[in-house]
């Protein structure tokens, strides 16, 4: 009995230095690794830095003085600057500006608006031809709130709200106008409105929803598919112009599903 | 007995039982012993191994790495770090007649075939040289450099006997830019005449060679003047040009020029006589820029103290069977500063004279005019300065007189920048050097005139190229200072060969803050179309000063205005306009 418990506890130590064997190989593979990997990393370093010495000393040797002197002579023709293409500091560079005569025309000055709004209505965001969703792309990386919400915004909508865009200055955001529309003012949104969501209907069967439409593309648009789902765009439409902070998302909301709808159909 | 024999029999089982257990038990604690000793040993190895490992080894893998990026010879730079020679492997043609097979034809196609086509690649080779390499048995370079676009097209004929080992060899990327400063490397890796000869030693030796070597020159400044050096060389049709480019304050060359250049990427072409230095290396006698030196030494040791007093020059002057004379006529009498831009050697020996050989000779002397120049290249142009006679190694009185006019006595044109750099800095003669220079640790320098000399005779310098025979130098908004020189040459006769000179323009620029002395020499230059058929300085180095000071300008910090220049007015009204020589 004392033999054998002897024995597993020598089995025991047997088995506790094979591990300990394991774990130390085990370690010393990870290291021969590593070191592998370093002299891997160091010897592309040596054929990088070597690479890059030979296209410097390459580029040195194409691009050396007589070189250079030959081609300016042949091709570009520079020459020295002289004193008259030199300033010494702001005294010299105030002193070139003459000071404003008796009578002189006041300087005429622009009005600036702010030009992101008709942007985003004659050049909507860019729209998948495949799934119908605006890209926004990688280089948009503005976070300003307007940017962000126009890369969102697809053609219907540019279209749709363009009016009400166009009546703010600052504001780009459709869904709060910041005035408040009188009766006439409705009338009017109704009329122009009308087109742009007939080119929606149309764009959207056809699948290509990407591009922007000129009112003849829309002209020809109805031309060339005059069952479009006219009702409902139509009905859109007039919500929209009506109550255009409530309704509009609705109008959205039909319009795409009218959109698909006919994707179905045609499809 | 059988209960006795019975009993021992036990007793001495038992005996031996208890003592094979006590032995097997001393044996066991001494194997215990052993093992744990065995394996102290071990943690202690183990031990020392990491204390060594971590306090003494270093990290194998950097000191591989900087070694694999160790170039073979150093690299050396210009000032700016662009490297003006490295150590590069470049493909070189190799014949390899064993490529195909120990037995049969070497190449695919006829010797004659394919030297024809390597006629294509090189048009400069030798044809039948080219054939005999090709029958030969032997292997042999058929090039040692080759461009890899040559390469390519060697590559492309498909012989494989021509191999292309890359090699490593000494490269110039500016190729023959700045080659007497450089020198070159031979077939055997030795550098020779410039600083890869100087540098030997720093440039093998592995703890330094890993750092480039900065020297003083600019590149960009040592293309503009090999340029216009070249130009200016080649539109007066003169058979060499030298020229170099000295900061006054810290004595650094920033560019050194003597052409014809050589090419130092063809090492095997390149010992001839191209290699000589017209710089540091070849003596002339530089005529009148010695002029303003002589000036300076007078106005410094007081022997003129008035400007405007009046020095008859209507006659040569005659002094020990040798007449002195001017080359034209610029009426009875003249002063210093009309001498100066009318380069009146009358009026220049009589100031010398005056001045006396002692006071004449020293000045020369604290210029370094009498020794070897300082720089570092090997190869330094002893000067040729009059024979010493009379008491104390002085001067004859015609020598002192014919040195005022840089007659009999012959430096180098590097001797000239020195001095000019002294007499525009304020008057401290450094010697020049080839390594950059960092402002603040400039040598301090010998005074040889003193400030106020240095301050008039910038006001001189300026003068000669505002009205006197300098215009051609007047480079706009750059406020140039300087003076011409045209020497005859001495005829292997004895004399003067009066149809060969040497046009020599020494100016400084910007007058009002000196910053860079400008010394440019041509040897012999013709009169052609180009300079109107005059051999003077003044239509031949002057236009060529006035063409490389505002290349150079701009790229060493000095912006050209218009509305800046040293104040001459005090000295204006002492001039009567005219020309000289």
Redesign the interface.
Known sequence: MIASANRVRSAGWLVLLGLCVAMVLVLAFRVNALRSQ??RA?AR??AL??DK??L??EF??RA???Q??VWNDVEFGYA?????Q?L?GERELASLSVPDMANTPEPIRVASMDDRVIASAAFPAMVSPLSGKALTSANDTDDSEAQVRRARMDHAEAVVTLKDRLGTVVEVAPRKPVRTETVSEKERAVAPAKKPEKKVAKAEVSGKVETAKSDKANKAGKANNPKGDKTKSKQAAKETADKPAAKKAKARAEIRAAGRKEAKATG | MNALTASTAIASGRVRLANVRQRSLVEAKLRVLMVAFLFLLTGFGALARIVQLGLFEEPPERRSLAEALLPPRGEIADRNGFPLARAFPIYALWFNPKALGADGSSLVKSPEEVAAALMQVFPDADFNDLVQRLKSDKPSYLRRRVMPEEANRIFAMGEPALEFPRENQRFYPQGSLGAHVLGFVDGEGKGHVGMEKVLEKQLLDPAQRGRPVALSIDMRVQGALEDELGRGMMETSAKGAAGIILDVDTGEVVALASLPSFNPNRSDMAYNDLVFNKVTNQVYELGSTFKPLSVAAAIDAGVITDLSVRYPANRPLEISGFSIRDSHDFGDSLNVPEALIHSSNIVTAQIADKLGSARMKSTMAALGMLERPYIELPARGFPISPRSSGKGGQWSRLSTMTVSYGHGISVTPLHLATAYATLVNGGLWRPATLYKVDPANAPEGRRVFKASTSARMRQLLRMIVVDGTGKSANAAGFRVGGKTGSADKPSSKGGYNRTSVVATFAAAFPMDKPRFVVIVMLDEPQGTVANSFQRTAATNAGPIVGRVVPRIGPLLGIVPDDSRDIDISDLSPLVRNGDGE
């Open positions: 370093i002299h160091e370093i040596i830095k070597q010495m030979y410097e000393t040195e040797t050396n003085q007589q250079l002197k020295a600057p002289d004193a008259s030199y010494e």
